[in-house]
C-alpha cells in the first residue's frame, strides 16, 4: 500500500466526522429570524373602551406614536370601531390599548372580522386594562386566557402600630 493510501485510511474517521459536521451545520443552520420594529410590520392601536377608561390611555397612545418615528416602523391609532371593518387588513399586529368591555364596541361583525384576520396570521396584544370585562366575547376570553372584573374596592383600615 502506498503511503499515501495509509493515510487516507487513518484519516478516514477525522475525514468522515468533517463531513458529517459539515452537512449537519448546512442542513440544519437557519437563519434567526429579524425581529426588530423594522420587521414586525405594521400596527393599529386600538384604544377605544366600552367601560371604565384609563387616564394613562392617551400618553400611552402618545408613546407609541413617537415610537412609530424612533423605530421607523408605521403605527397608527384609533378609537373608532369602524375602523376595525375598514382597515384592519392593512395591519400585521392590533394593539389593545386599555381597551375594556370591547363587547359594548364591537358588533358581531366587528368581532368576526378580528377573529378572522386573527386566525390569518394577526397578532394581538392587549395592554393592562385590555383584559377587562371580556366574558361576553367568549372567543377573546379564550385567546387572552383570562378576565379581569376590575380592580378592588377601596377598603378603609386602621393600622394600630405599638412602639416599642
Not at 15 to 44: M, Q
Not at 97 to 103: H, K, M, P, V, Y
Request: with cysteine; proline share 2%; hydrophobic share 45%.
Amino acid at each position: 500500500m502506498s503511503y499515501s493510501f495509509k493515510f487516507l485510511l487513518r484519516s478516514m474517521p477525522l475525514l468522515l466526522w468533517v463531513l458529517l459536521c459539515s452537512f449537519e451545520s448546512s442542513v440544519f443552520a437557519h437563519e434567526e429570524a429579524d425581529r426588530s420594529p423594522k420587521n414586525i410590520g405594521t400596527v393599529l392601536v386600538f384604544s377605544g373602551t366600552g367601560w371604565y377608561r384609563h387616564p394613562e390611555t392617551a400618553a400611552i397612545n402618545g408613546w407609541l406614536a413617537r415610537l412609530s418615528d424612533d423605530v421607523g416602523m408605521q403605527i397608527d391609532i384609533s378609537e373608532n370601531p369602524k375602523d376595525i371593518t375598514t382597515i384592519l387588513d392593512h395591519y400585521d399586529v392590533l394593539i389593545f390599548n386599555n381597551s375594556n368591555e370591547l363587547i359594548k364596541l364591537f358588533d358581531k361583525q366587528q368581532q368576526l372580522k378580528i377573529e378572522n384576520w386573527y386566525h390569518a396570521g394577526g397578532g394581538i396584544v392587549a395592554l393592562h386594562a385590555a383584559l377587562v370585562h371580556q366574558t361576553e366575547w367568549e372567543w377573546f376570553s379564550e385567546i387572552a386566557g383570562c378576565d379581569f372584573n376590575s380592580d378592588s374596592e377601596f377598603l378603609l383600615f386602621i393600622s394600630l402600630i405599638k412602639w416599642l
